[in-house]
Structures are given as C-alpha cells and as structure tokens.
C-alpha cells in the first residue's frame, strides 16, 4: 500500500473530536433545548468565556421550567403575577437567587437531580383556584344581542326564574326538584334541574366540603342559574348551601324579583332518621368531617318564599310539596306569559 492511501486510511478510522456545547447570549422560556439539556446565562458556575450553563432536565432549573410550563399553561393568562418557587432549605444549592430575568444576576442555582419548584399540577390548581374569585381584566364589556330576555319569554309563553330549595341533607330536596320539574313539563313548561350532587360530577368536581370551597360551588351554581333565568327557563337549584349569606348572594343576582327561596324545613332528627345517602351514618362516625347539621352548622332563611314543614314528625309528599311551589309560580305569574 501506497504512502498517501495508508495516511488517508488512518485519518478516516480516527474517531471524530467531541465539539464543545453551543452557547447562547440569554436565556428564556423558549431557549433550545439540545439533548435534553437546558441553558441558562450567567450561573455562577457559567465559565468564563461568558457562556450559558447546562442543566439535566427542567425539572433542574426552577426558574427556566416555570416559565416554559406556564407557555401552555391556562395559568400564563390569567393576568397574575407568575408563580414563586419555593425556597429549598438546603444551604448553597437548590435556591433562587434572583427574581428578575438575566440582567446582570444570577438567576438559579440548580440542585441536582432535587426538584426545587413546585409540581406543574400545584401551580394549575391553585391558578384555577383564584381564576373563579379573582377579576382578571378591566378591558371587558357587555355585548347585548337582538334577541331578550322578554322575547325569549314571549317564546316560551312563560317567565324565567329560580326556584332555589335549600335544606338539610335528607330533608328531601332532589326528590322535590324532580317532581317539580316533572309537573311543569306535563303542563308545557320548561324547567331544568341544577342538583347539587350532579354538578360536582361537572362544573363543581375541583371542589371539597371547607367553607371556601361551599362559597365557591353556590357562587358558580347562582350564576348558572341566573342563565337559565335568563333563557326563560324555570331554574330548580337543589343544594343544601347552608350559609344565608352565600344564598343572598345568589338572590342579589335576580334583581328582578324572580329568585324563590324554598325551605324544606326538616328536623335533624327526621332527616338523620331517613338518611337515604348514609352520610349521617358516616358523620357520626367520625368518617365525614364538616357535615352540616352535625359539626358544620345550617342557617335556616330568615324570609323565604316557601317553607315546607314536617307534618307530626311526617316530610309530606313529593307530589303535595311540588304542589305548593306550582301554586306560588302560578299566582306569580312564571308559569304564563
């Protein structure tokens, strides 16, 4: 073999040198990533050509994995200020070190392969805890369409309203709401059912049983209702909302006169005794923490359109009390254009 064929040979089998990581002049949320590695400018372990820094994954640059997370993240357009990280008790590493960008600070220290910032699915749940209570922009305005509320009434040849039943559990508020809405559809009236137990399926699923998380289920139930008020529809809430200033509230928002309270005013001792769900049961045994009625406390309406009582210790018939409330929408006038 020739000299030159041999010297070709030999620098074609030798291994190809390792070429330095690309640096970048800043870092963001939309920074490359190349290899699964993350960049982040002016870290204190950065060298001294004035180049980014390395990180194994996201979950390793609190800052960086913040704001790419929130670019996708419903939480990004709320109009709140971004999440905080937490701050690691570790000393040297694992802390933020700065709350701006880049400028001229270092932004984080990494902390191995230790997460420092909170997990994606804490970030979205408190987002969307404030989302429902915290107003996010001033620049909105009302948009009235053609088309009324009147003339949807005139549609329907009835009066929008809601007809709100409160009352302790097992006082028989779903099974009334049922039969009430069964009566008016076989008088050609259009009703819709807003049950309480069905809406946490749904829309009011992200809610508990705290006092907050009560507030907030009867705040997005009495706005729901005020649609169907709106569309013409005769609205039958069914919920227990034990708190007179939340059910006021709901009350506020049909100005109009067209919000009727129906009180199923049953004792403990009846509904404890019927206890269809087994919820007292469960109560009693310690295994339901915050029952109304047992350790959480129900505020009876103070003037309610309707009150139902117990006869002799005796909840009258769904079909009487359905009775009664069609007997109050008629002398109204929901129940006619």
Request: proline share 8%; with cysteine; charged share 25%.
């Amino acid at each position: 073999m020739d000299a030159p064929r041999a010297a070709r040979l030999a620098v074609a089998a030798r291994p190809p040198s390792p070429r330095a990581p690309a640096r970048f002049p800043f870092a963001s949320s939309t920074a490359p990533r190349r290899a699964g590695w993350w960049w982040c400018l002016r870290d204190p372990r950065a060298d001294s050509s004035g180049g980014g820094s390395t990180f194994p994954s996201p979950g390793r640059c609190t800052r960086l994995a913040l704001a790419h997370r929130n670019r996708k993240s419903p939480a990004a357009n709320l109009g709140l200020p971004p999440p905080r990280p937490p701050r690691s008790p570790a000393a040297g590493i694992g802390r933020v070190t700065g709350d701006g960008g880049c400028e001229g600070r270092p932004l984080v220290e990494c902390a191995g392969d230790r997460q420092t910032q909170e997990p994606a699915g804490v970030v979205e749940e408190k987002a969307s805890e404030m989302s429902s209570t915290v107003p996010k922009s001033s620049n909105i305005f009302w948009h009235d369409c053609a088309v009324g509320k009147a003339d949807r009434q005139k549609l329907l040849k009835q009066k929008g309203c809601v007809v709100w039943i409160t009352g302790l559990s097992g006082s028989g508020k779903s099974t009334l709401a049922c039969t009430l809405g069964r009566e008016l559809h076989t008088r050609g009236k259009l009703a819709y059912v807003l049950d309480g137990d069905n809406l946490r399926h749904g829309l009011n699923k992200d809610l508990g049983f705290k006092a907050e998380d009560r507030v907030e289920n009867i705040r997005r139930v009495g706005e729901v209702a005020k649609l169907f008020a709106d569309a013409g529809l005769v609205c039958i809430a069914s919920l227990i909302s034990p708190y007179r200033r939340d059910r006021e509230a709901c009350r506020a928002l049909l100005s109009d006169g067209s919000f009727v309270e129906v009180f199923l005013n049953m004792s403990l001792e009846l509904c404890e005794a019927r206890d269809p769900k087994g919820l007292y049961k469960l109560a009693r045994a310690g295994k339901i923490k915050g029952f109304t009625g047992i350790d959480d406390p129900y505020e009876a309406p103070l003037n309610c359109e309707i009150e139902i009582k117990e006869v002799d210790g005796v909840c009258p018939t769904p079909s009487d009390m359905a009775g009664q409330v069609v007997t109050y929408l008629e002398e109204k006038g929901f129940l006619h254009e």
